[in-house]
């Protein structure tokens, strides 16, 4: 860490605060320098080789009338190969002339290609990352950041997916380099940076994303992330999830729309599952969505106002009115009004149930 937090009027994102990384298939710089460094040992080994076979064809101004040493071969192929050519050692004889004219230079030329072309390849990767990455800036707008890719994060993202987001709409933060890693071969942007942090959050465009979703593992740390966020865009969504009960309050209070306290559910769903295990089962099945049975959410018809839940949506189970939860077996449901959304539970089970 070691940044310090500048008090005053802010006025954009400091790119070295947090490392965005596009998914990719392509080998890293280090990756190709490697690769390029080895090819080029390997050629300089072959011309040390082709001149110590053929060493008495040259001489050497150090040593006149004796034929080279290896160290010296390897001497004379590595300031030929590198076109520096001090003049210390030259070939004498017709043949020593022959194999530096036509396999020496060749060898040279592909000697110096590896060399400029790994040079190029770095630079060009830093220009084709900058460029891409202002073009996925560029088209992302209204999309969904997810804080925080541990187990909780992971699990939030594979649903988004299957529930048919887009992967250009997902952005993960993560403090580690490890996960964002991982995202990536998720095939989703992710940027390795302190969530908490202005700067990281802005280089996700937070200004402009429509949801915020906090997985990450501290409750004080989504507690600085929910206050960051909403002073950077007062309108976005805050999905949070929290281990302790008692921070739910305090995580709404800092602008989360939805809590989701972790712990606790799955305490009660471990004591459903001890008590009644068939609703266990049916609350594991709505869990894990596009395995079984799934919850889904629609707004009321136009032609359905009026109509009880049930009566105009099959399979429903409550209804959301002006941010409230109404059960379909509630008086309040028998008639649907104008902004109504319904929640129903659609698909059909494939776990066996308990005796």
């Avoid at 947090?18 to 710089?29: D, E, H, Y």
């Avoid at 280089?203 to 990450?216: C, E, F, N």
């Avoid at 008639?335 to 319904?342: F, I, S, Y």
């Amino acid at each position: 860490m070691g940044r310090s937090r500048k008090v005053g009027i802010w006025s954009g994102y400091d790119p070295d605060a947090a490392a965005i990384s596009l998914p990719s298939r392509r080998v890293s710089p280090l990756q190709a320098v490697t690769s390029r460094a080895i090819l080029a040992s390997v050629l300089l080994i072959l011309s040390t080789a082709i001149v110590y076979l053929g060493r008495d064809g040259y001489k050497d101004a150090a040593s006149p009338g004796q034929p080279l040493n290896l160290v010296a071969c390897a001497y004379y192929s590595a300031v030929t190969l590198s076109t520096t050519g001090y003049g210390d050692i030259v070939p004498v004889t017709t043949t020593a002339r022959l194999v530096n004219t036509f396999v020496i230079t060749p060898i040279r030329v592909v000697f110096l290609i590896l060399l400029i072309g790994t040079t190029l390849e770095v630079l060009t990767e830093r220009t084709r990352m900058s460029w891409r990455i202002s073009r996925w800036r560029s088209r992302l707008s209204s999309h969904t950041v997810l804080a925080g890719y541990g187990t909780k994060g992971r699990s939030s993202l594979t649903t988004l997916r299957e529930a048919g987001t887009a992967r250009e709409q997902l952005v993960v933060i993560d403090i580690a380099p490890g996960p964002a890693a991982e995202a990536n071969r998720a095939d989703v942007v992710a940027i390795t940076g302190d969530a908490t942090r202005r700067e990281v959050l802005a280089s996700a465009d937070i200004d402009r994303a429509a949801q915020l979703i906090i997985a990450v593992d501290r409750d004080d740390t989504a507690v600085l992330i929910a206050l960051t966020a909403r002073q950077l865009n007062p309108e976005i969504e805050i999905i949070a999830a929290v281990r302790e009960a008692e921070n739910e309050a305090l995580l709404r209070q800092c602008g989360a729309g939805q809590v989701v306290v972790s712990s606790a559910a799955a305490g009660r769903l471990l004591a459903l599952s001890t008590m009644d295990a068939g609703v266990g089962l049916f609350l594991a099945e709505l869990l894990e969505r596009g395995q079984g049975l799934d919850l889904s959410e629609r707004a009321a018809d136009p032609a359905e106002i009026g109509l009880s839940a049930r009566q105009a949506v099959p399979g429903a189970v409550a209804v959301l009115r002006s941010g409230r939860v109404i059960g379909a077996d509630d008086p309040q449901a028998d008639a649907l009004r104008d902004g109504d959304r319904v929640v129903l539970v659609s698909g059909t089970g494939h776990r066996r149930a308990p005796e």
